[in-house]
């Protein structure tokens, strides 16, 4: 199975930035396509941004166009979130996720096959 660990989250002050890190691995990790979503207390898990893994396709939540930047490095089997001038509607578990086919589409939970365990982002004064 394919793995996912998910890092950089933390305490950051409304204006700050945070850059996630996800590490895929296992045997045979070979994606699609990789997506963050995140989920608030009390929330729907949401989408946020994805990459495919091979022509580097993006898609991005509308509120954090501009905002946020995914990105990933083919080599070391890692995603990336840049996430810049935070605000505490950011606040939020993160999560990576991956899938080695396109189904219903990269801005769709459902589509992904693997699920990271979560990193927490807290935007606060």
């Known amino acids: 199975q394919v793995q996912l660990v998910e890092s950089g989250g933390g305490l950051v002050q409304p204006g700050g930035s945070l850059r996630l890190s996800c590490a895929a691995s296992?045997?045979?990790?070979?994606?699609?396509?990789m997506g963050w979503f995140r989920q608030a207390p009390g929330k729907e898990r949401e989408f946020v941004a994805a990459?495919?893994?091979?022509?580097?396709?993006?898609a991005y939540k509308d509120s954090v166009k501009g905002q946020f930047t995914i990105s990933r490095d083919r080599a070391k089997n890692t995603v990336y979130l840049q996430m810049n001038s935070l605000k505490p509607e950011d606040t939020a578990v993160y999560y990576c996720?991956?899938?080695?086919?396109?189904?219903?589409?990269?801005?769709?939970?459902?589509?992904?096959?693997?699920w990271g365990q979560g990193t927490q982002v807290t935007v606060s004064s």
């Open positions: 996720a991956s899938t080695q086919r396109a189904r219903l589409g990269i801005m769709f939970a459902g589509s992904y096959d693997y």
């Open positions: 296992g045997r045979t990790f070979t994606a699609y396509a």
């Open positions: 990459v495919t893994w091979s022509a580097g396709t993006t």
